[in-house]
């Protein structure tokens, strides 16, 4: 399994940005996928998780500090997922990973996810 990250850039505080994520060697629509975030001096930490729940469902779940302003989608058509950036503020400034397990469930450890992406930076001037 190979993920692709992209998206990335410079942004004023208030902007919007999207984050791709595209996937590819395995189908793509059964399994999980999840960001993460790695801010300059800290530790990488949970952003945003997008589960398989059964047929054409799934559920998201976001850490505290992005919800009302991220959203995680995907498009299996495109075998990709996305990460919709909306009210950024300086303090997500950081490279951003994708991730996906081996499981329809994605969760919010690290340990639970087994392919990464290679990271995408988002810097947010204030």
């Known amino acids: 399994v190979q993920l692709q990250a992209s998206g990335g850039g410079l942004v004023q505080a208030g902007d919007s940005r999207r984050l791709s994520c595209a996937a590819s060697?395995?189908?793509?629509?059964?399994?999980?996928m999840g960001w993460f975030r790695q801010a300059p001096g800290k530790e990488r930490e949970f952003v945003a998780a997008?589960?398989?729940?059964?047929?054409?469902?799934?559920?998201?779940e976001y850490t505290d500090s992005v919800k009302g302003r991220f959203t995680i989608s995907r498009d299996g058509a495109k075998n990709t997922v996305y990460l919709q950036m909306n009210s950024l503020k300086p303090e997500d400034t950081a490279v951003y990973y994708c991730?996906?397990?081996?499981?329809?469930?994605?969760?919010?450890?690290?340990?639970?996810?087994?392919?990464w992406g290679q990271g995408t930076l988002v810097t947010v001037s204030s």
């Open positions: 991730a996906a397990p081996r499981r329809p469930m994605a969760g919010r450890e690290e340990e639970e996810y087994d392919y």
């Open positions: 060697g395995r189908t793509f629509g059964r399994y999980g």
């Open positions: 997008i589960s398989w729940s059964g047929g054409s469902a799934y559920y998201t």
